[in-house]
T-cell receptor, first 114, second 111 residues
């Protein structure tokens, strides 16, 4: 999965803390997607962003979760006041503009809530 | 609502024993069907995209096919290194839109 860089790879937070997950897309890609994989479940779409715009956030929980993709720097998925149910693997994917190219994934951030 | 169902959930094969994985889908306006491979602790790795019924793609021991209702991933003479979870996903008719994933087939190939 060279190209899409996610950090940190592992993140441990206590209940009520904030978690920030970062994603740098592949070079030349301006579409970023976030997916969540809960234990024993499949990948679920959360949000789709382009530079400075949220295109589709229909998979994001209504509260505590937000995402951004600024003009400069990585995309950030932010989870406020984390709860045990937020424990999951969070994957970022990227794709180029306006083509039929597939989404390429990073190796994810494993979030554990104590 | 878009649905993707993969079967079987798990499959054990002996090295060299060919088989097929199934992905059934219900989606209005299919743009593309994608196959990924996921190893433990890693992100999904892209394998194939299929766009229209009748299309086939091949890569080494893997061959993917597509009909109007399902896709198959055929594995010919598998090796232990083919052991992984294979994921199927669909994308609707808008460029750059979300992927809807199935829950995967966990393949184990024994030497």
């Amino acid at each position: 999965n060279a190209g899409v860089m996610q950090n940190p790879r592992h993140l441990v937070r206590r209940r009520g803390q904030e978690a920030r997950l970062r994603c740098s897309p592949m070079k030349g890609h301006s579409h970023v997607y976030w997916y969540r994989q809960l234990p024993e479940e499949g990948l679920k779409f959360m949000v789709y962003l382009q530079k400075e715009n949220i295109i589709d956030e229909s998979g994001m929980p209504k509260e505590r979760f937000s995402a951004e993709f600024p003009k400069e720097g990585p995309s950030i998925l932010r989870i406020q006041q984390v709860v045990r149910g937020d424990s999951a693997a969070y994957f970022c994917a990227s794709s180029p503009v306006g083509s039929n190219q597939p989404q390429h994934f990073g190796d994810g951030t494993r979030l554990s809530i104590l | 609502e878009d649905q993707v169902t993969q079967s079987p959930e798990a499959l054990r094969l002996q090295e060299g024993e060919s088989s097929s994985l199934n992905c059934s889908y219900t989606v209005s306006g299919l743009r593309g069907l994608f196959w990924y491979r996921q190893d433990p602790g890693k992100g999904p790795e892209f394998l194939f995209t299929l766009y229209s019924a009748g299309e086939e793609k091949e890569k080494e021991r893997l061959k993917a096919t597509l009909t109007k209702k399902e896709s198959f991933l055929h594995i010919t003479a598998p090796k232990p290194e083919d052991s992984a979870t294979y994921l199927c996903a669909v994308q609707k008719g808008t460029s750059g839109s979300r992927l809807t994933f199935g829950e995967g087939t966990q393949l184990t190939v024994n030497p």
